[in-house]
């Protein structure tokens, strides 16, 4: 059969006689299929699909962090939802480290599954949009930037989805941290589910606009930071205190406290229980919106 369709779509009958002959030889020994994990069944019974996982459950949500015994497992004790987080890897002024949108990802991820309950992540996207690679002032021309055309974008973060979606996650979602790329997300989700022809792709976009409304909450509720104060960076407030609960060195907090220097937008950040403590109420609040959404969206049409 396969020969037949070679034969066909070769011109040379000489060319087609050398194809029929290679493919026949080629041809691969099926392979075992209780063989997972990386190896071979026959060679250890922890290779074998249905080996008893010798640990008890993992109880991280970063599926790096994870054995493929602790995913399959997990799975089937119904954390049937993997998220994709998006960083991004850019430029924010002289104090927040260019993987900005990396380190609050990575925050958002880990408190969203946990809320959720049912939930795992994939490991965190840095590869993202930042306009084209003309020389026009898009931030790829900024050192230490990193970014990716749309359509680079797309087939990345597709198929880390497909990845997923083939191992038995019944729903998928896309989140972005960083503003690029949020119609990227749009439309591979509506593309997936077509592909897939059933809904298993989610795209939520309250977690990238919740930075509007924490904005807002530290603003006007919390009054942290008094509203039209701007030092012209791209750098805020809001941006530090996310930065700050994973690491304050991410902001250079000892050398710009040393320095007089740890002010963003007329708010200091010198004392790092207060930051933190914002920073965690910020947390939460993101976190409330996207969970809200991702539940509402879920029960609107997804797969149990
Ligand atoms: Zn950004």
Redesign the pocket.
């Known amino acids: 059969m396969r020969a037949k369709m070679m034969v066909r779509t070769v011109s040379g009958v000489a060319c087609a006689a050398v194809l029929v002959t290679s493919a026949v030889v080629a041809a691969p020994a099926s392979p075992d299929p209780r063989s997972t994990g990386g190896g071979e069944c026959t060679k250890n019974a922890y290779n074998c699909v249905g080996a008893a996982n010798p640990l008890p459950p993992n109880q991280t949500v970063w599926i790096e962090r994870m054995t493929w015994m602790d995913v399959r497992d997990a799975i089937a004790a119904g954390k049937t939802t993997a998220i994709i987080p998006s960083g991004?890897i850019?430029p924010n002024g002289p104090w927040a480290a260019l993987g900005?949108?990396d380190f609050v990802a990575q925050t958002m991820c880990e408190a969203v599954a946990r809320k959720l309950g049912n939930a795992l992540c994939a490991p965190v996207v840095p590869f993202?949009p930042?306009g084209t690679f003309a020389n026009d002032s898009s931030q790829n021309e900024t050192m230490g930037t990193i970014g990716v055309h749309d359509e680079t974008y797309s087939a990345l973060i597709g198929d880390i989805a497909r990845s997923l979606q083939m191992q038995g996650f019944k729903n998928i979602i896309l989140v972005g941290?960083?503003?690029?790329g949020q119609k990227v997300l749009q439309e591979l989700a509506q593309k997936l589910n077509h592909e897939w022809g059933r809904r298993s792709a989610w795209y939520i976009e309250e977690f990238y606009d919740s930075w509007n409304g924490a904005d807002s909450l530290l603003q006007h509720e919390m009054k942290v930071w008094k509203a039209g104060t701007d030092d012209g960076l791209h750098d805020d407030p809001n941006v530090e205190l996310q930065m700050v609960l994973v690491d304050p060195e991410l902001v250079r907090w000892k050398e710009r406290v040393k320095a007089d220097k740890a002010t963003i937008n007329g708010v200091s950040v010198a004392d790092l229980n207060a930051v933190r403590g914002w920073g965690r109420k910020i947390v939460d609040y993101r976190v409330g919106v996207t969970v809200d959404a991702i539940n509402k969206a879920l029960s609107a049409g997804a797969q149990k």
């Open positions: 991004g850019e900005k949108h993202v930042h941290d960083h503003g690029g």
